[in-house]
């Protein structure tokens, strides 16, 4: 047991802190094989340990650096054929670069990464190069690094492809079973969308007619269970071959790729409204009429062909109230790459085919079946609602990535208000919809759910004067894209005049971070020259911007009373960005002391280097307390979510500063 206790401590403390410990979770080796005479292709392999990431060479703005290869053509000696082809590796959602999220493709446990190239001058003997990447777990990233590469043409080997592909095999493990994972996840939620399709006005009625048919048709009992169960699977048949069509036809990850389109959202966005407004009744989205005469004669030739014309004039029928539902269904899907599409199909179309089955099977189960009625169109209408505050996702993506400044937050949130308090209202009879049956009463479970629809319209409220919202932080625009970071209706001004009071005005170099107006430095040295002047102690914040831990640090440990009156009052805080891509300035340009030889380009990178050779750490957040002559006051921390310990951390550290 104590064995299994110290075990946890040790991981525990690996994820978390990792005070004083230098990060090398990417180890890259290269080789070379011989195509011809002339050509050959070079091949870079990165080794990833568990738990890290490689990012693609594309991705999205806004995004992690991109792994880029650069080649040395030795003065026209070599060319270089083509892209530089990467494996096929995984898509996945992060929010690890802002809170509204993108889908980034990344590589784990290994990648292998090939380019060709032909030798112009044959005496050519190697090849120089070098690899920029960022390596990130799914809570933080380290610092951008750059690697030299060297390729030995002398070392050739012949062409081996089948070695290749199967250390890409080794390599895709992982990622398969994470793959699996969130194929599950979309299977669940089809799953539970085919029930909520089953409970509209244009299924519902017809599974006891259906099953009703296939009993009185077949000859025994046997044979009208199995009837039902081919129709249920020739149901589950025509929705899979909708999603693989779809899959087909737009490629595996192609609707990924454009999951932070303008255009992609804009035009989702659109449907959606249009799919909301038909539930809501305006119109009904149906398929010509045509298509369900056909399919109808074609249902009265009986046997398995008879049965599956059946389950395809259903799905032509139900389309009107299925339709939204499915589309949906396959933009979520889709956007997600791969074969989602037809595993979102595959959950939805059981859910549709299972009642027909089990009522088949045990046909005195009709009768428990609630009548039609009312209370149909009323989930109709639920499910409107549900996908009209669903379309202003899409249409909040688009503003964030033009950065309009259209949708913002508040505006966001205000429309979501809206959408469920009208909803709650419908729920509570108050609003009456052209479809809708007149009621004298509401039943239990109508009240209950506008019971909870009414709560959380009325949870969202705060939001509009800053709250977090956390049940659903998924969706609004991220905190500082809103009208006013310190919330609405936030007087700034006598907030910025105490913090000049305290700090004597803010000095060169400094600015106020929202929306508690901490005063930090960008540069060390305008930071420390203004400690002195002030006699306080420094604290160095190592941190990025792709850090989320440090911006957990920030909003949940930062904001206590007490730890934010250190921050404002008692220190002066230096705020290091250890992944800031801004060009250092040609006379800050110096060589790096990690690697010799190669030049300093960027600010993070002179803040990583000193965090490396300091103090032999590389992960963020990291903490240094310290005196004018740039010694420890104590030992730095790393990420520490408990607000005491922290805050006894720097009680401590202060108490031991002189003057």
């Known amino acids: ?60 703005s806004g995004g992690p650096i991109p792994t880029t290869f650069t080649y040395d053509d030795n003065g026209g000696k070599i060319k270089i054929i083509g892209n530089t082809s990467e494996p096929e590796g995984k898509i996945k959602f992060t929010t690890l670069f802002g809170e509204e999220g993108m889908n980034i493709k990344s590589f784990d446990n290994k990648a292998i990464f090939e380019q060709e190239i032909e030798l112009v001058d044959t005496s050519t003997t190697e090849v120089n ?58 299977f669940f939620i089809a799953f539970l969308s085919g029930f909520a399709a089953l409970l509209t006005p244009c299924v519902f009625p017809m599974i006891p007619m ?30 899979v071959l909708l999603g693989s069509v779809v899959t087909a036809v737009f490629g595996a990850d192609a609707l990924n790729a454009l999951s932070t389109n303008v255009w992609f959202n804009l035009a989702f966005f659109l449907i959606l409204v249009i799919f909301a407004v038909s539930f809501l009744g305006a119109f009904e989205i149906t398929l010509p009429s045509s298509w369900a005469t056909k399919v109808d004669s074609q249902a009265d030739r009986g046997g398995l062909i008879g049965i599956f014309f059946m389950a395809l004039a259903l799905a032509i029928v139900s389309f009107s109230c299925t339709g939204p539902i499915v ?6 899907a889709a ?21 027909f089955a089990l009522f088949a099977a045990f046909p005195g189960w009709l ?66 919809l052209p479809h809708d049956s007149p009621i004298s009463h509401i039943s239990v479970g109508r009240l209950s759910l506008g019971l909870i629809v009414l709560s959380f319209t009325i ?77 306080k102690p420094i604290m160095i914040d190592f941190t990025g911007h792709a850090c989320v831990n440090c911006r957990k640090m920030e909003q949940n440990v930062w904001v ?70 740039e010694t420890n006051l104590i030992d730095p921390v790393a990420y520490t979510p408990n607000v005491d310990e922290y805050f006894n951390w720097l009680e401590e550290g202060i108490s031991k500063f002189k003057k």
């Not at 259906?210 to 009993?215: C, K």
Request: charged share 20%.
């Open 1 to 60: 047991m104590k064995k299994n206790i110290s075990f946890l401590l040790i991981c525990f403390a690996f994820s978390f802190t990792a005070i004083s410990q230098i990060y090398n979770p990417i180890k890259w080796s290269s080789k070379v094989e011989k195509l011809s005479e002339t050509k050959y292709k070079l091949i870079s392999t990165a080794t990833i340990q568990n738990g890290w990431h490689l990012y693609s060479q594309e991705v999205p």
């Open 129 to 186: 190069a070098f690899v920029e990447f960022i390596a990130c777990t799914d809570e933080q990233c380290l610092p951008p690094k750059e690697i030299d590469l060297t390729f030995e043409l002398s070392k050739a080997t012949a062409l081996s492809s089948k070695e290749v592909k199967t250390s890409e095999k080794v390599a895709s493990k992982d990622s398969k079973k994470e793959e699996k994972r969130g194929l599950l996840g979309i």
């Open 210 to 239: 259906t099953v009703s048919f296939f009993t009185k048709q077949s000859k025994s009992k046997s044979a009208g269970i199995r009837n039902a169960i081919i129709y249920g699977l020739s149901i589950i048949g025509i929705y």
């Open 327 to 332: 589309g949906t269904l396959l933009v979520e």
């Open 335 to 355: 956007s997600k790459g791969g074969i989602a599409p037809i595993v979102g199909m595959l959950g939805f179309s059981s859910a549709i085919a299972l009642p």
């Open 367 to 432: 009768n428990s079946l609630p009548k039609s009625g009312g209370w149909l169109n009323t989930v109709k209408v639920v499910l409107g609602f549900l996908e009209l505050a669903l379309a202003f996702k899409f249409l909040s993506n688009a503003d964030l990535v033009l950065q309009l400044h259209l949708l913002e937050r508040e505006v966001f949130i205000a429309i979501w208000i809206a959408i469920f308090g009208a909803l709650a209202f419908y729920l509570f009879g108050k609003i009456q």
């Open 459 to 535: 949870y969202m409220i705060p939001g509009l004067w800053g709250a977090p919202l956390n049940l659903i932080s998924a969706f609004p625009p991220p905190q500082h894209y809103s009208e006013s970071p310190y919330g609405v209706g936030f007087t700034k001004a006598g907030t910025a005049s105490v913090q000049q009071n305290d700090h004597g005005g803010l000095p060169e170099g400094a600015h106020l971070m929202p929306p508690h107006d901490i005063m930090a430095f960008h540069d060390y040295d305008k930071g420390l020259a203004y400690a002195k002047k002030v006699g």
């Open 560 to 629: 206590k009373p007490k730890v934010l009156d250190i921050l404002k009052n008692k220190v002066v805080l230096i705020s290091l960005y250890v992944d800031d891509k801004r060009p250092l300035k040609d006379d800050e340009v110096v060589e790096s002391k990690l690697n010799p030889g190669k030049k300093l380009k960027y600010i993070g990178q002179k803040w990583s280097e000193l965090q490396t050779i300091k103090y032999k750490a590389n992960s963020q957040p990291f903490y240094v307390l310290m005196n004018h002559d």
